[in-house]
Structure formats: C-alpha cells, structure tokens
C-alpha cells in the first residue's frame, strides 16, 4: 500500500522568495517519488522523478527535492520563486521499479500562489 | 507532435446520454491510463492498459468503459451519464525507464460537464 500527503493545500510566497512545498509518503516498498505541476486548465507536467540514484534531485525550472527515507518526505523547493511558478503542485508516489509497477497515487495538491 | 493527445477538450453533455473521450499517444509507451480530477483537484486512477490488457480497474461503475484497440490508444465510453460524472478526465501513459521507474505523460484533460 502507497499513499502521500501533501502538508499544506495552499502555499502563497512573494516573487523572489524561496518556496518550500511539503510532501510525506507512505510506501511498503522503496518508493518511487515524482513531483508534478498543472498550470491552470492545463495537464500535468513532470517536474523531478526520485529513482534512488541520488537523494537531492534536481527538476525542471529551477525546482529541487529531497528524499530524506528517515523523515518520509520528499519536499520540493526553489530558492527563488517566480510569477510563472503560480500552479498547482502534486506530489507522487508508485512502487519502486518497472514491470508490475504502474499505479501512481496522488496527493491532493499545493497551490502555490505568486505575490508580486 | 503531441505526445498524448486526448479529443475532445470540452465536452458539455444532458444527463443520461452516452459519450466517448479518444486517447492517443506517440511515445511507444505500453501502458496507458485514465485518471479522473474532481472539482478539488484530486487525481484518482480509473484505469490502467499494459499492451490492450486492463490492470488496474478502479472502483469506477459499470458505466464507464474503456477500450484498447491497441497500444498507442485508450478511449473511454461513459454509459448514462450522471451529474457526478462532471470532471476533468486526464490519459496518460508510461514506460518503464532502463532503471525505473516508470515515468507517466498526461495528456491536457477532457473537461466533461453533465448539465
């Protein structure tokens, strides 16, 4: 069993500040861990993928995030946000590996707001 | 050159009649998926296809009902549709990366409301 929460469902910081977004997992296995964005009445664009290579993984756009095993969490961070940033932010989870493995399960969302 | 293209974008339909959404993609990917968005932006999983086989088949009613003809595409059929149904409806597909894991692509969503 997998699931993942997303600890704030709105995030609002001013352009030019560090966003911190917030993600726990849950994961029988070594999970699998993807961040993704929807801007809005668009689909979904991945961001970063974790996939055990290394722990601090580097996205598009700027975005970073951490897999920290101890802590279950895997936080998505810019140090400088920008007003094309405003979106919506999933965090995923799926079972580690390929072949069986094709259920993601989503959180429930961060929206992030930009402030001039 | 979309890579998961889904038709149509809008689809604004009377309760109780029946309607498809197509899903195709161009990625070679051997599994593809229909994820349902309610009106709080939750992602639910409806169904998965790995080569034309359903995998994954969610708690969806009998109502919907989705169909491979092969690979490259996943259409959903909604039977007798309700008020509920109203939501945007997300394809995707994924393959599994040399290393893992498998990476999904969205299509931009069906917006379907149920007037």
């Known amino acids: 069993a997998q699931s993942v929460t997303q600890l704030d469902s709105h995030v609002s910081v001013s352009e030019g500040t560090p966003v911190l977004l917030r993600c726990n997992y849950s994961s029988s296995y070594s999970p699998s861990l993807f961040w993704y964005v929807q801007h809005p009445n668009k689909g979904l664009q991945l961001l970063l993928k974790y996939t055990s290579a290394a722990t601090l993984v580097k996205g598009i756009n700027g975005f970073e995030a951490e897999f920290k095993k101890s802590e279950t969490s895997f936080h998505l961070t810019k140090p400088s946000a920008h007003m094309s940033d405003a979106a919506e932010y999933f965090c995923v989870v799926s079972a580690p590996g390929g072949g069986s493995n094709y259920k993601l399960t989503f959180g429930k969302g961060t929206l992030l707001t930009v402030n001039p | 050159d979309t890579a998961v293209s889904q038709t149509p974008k809008y689809l604004v339909t009377q309760m109780g009649n029946d309607k498809s959404i197509k899903c195709e993609q161009n990625?070679?990917?051997?599994?593809m998926y229909w994820y349902k968005q309610d009106s709080k932006k939750f992602l639910k999983i409806m169904f998965s296809?790995?080569?034309?086989?359903?995998?994954i088949n969610e708690t969806v009613p009998n109502r919907f009902s989705p169909k491979s003809p092969d690979k490259a595409h996943l259409n959903l059929h909604i039977n007798s549709l309700e008020l509920g149904d109203s939501a945007v409806y997300f394809c995707?597909?994924?393959?599994?990366?040399?290393?893992?894991?498998?990476?999904?692509?969205f299509g931009q969503g069906t917006r379907l409301t149920v007037v």
């Open positions: 296809y790995n080569n034309k086989e359903l995998i």
């Open positions: 990625l070679g990917h051997d599994t």
């Open positions: 995707a597909s994924s393959q599994v990366g040399v290393r893992g894991p498998r990476v999904a692509f």
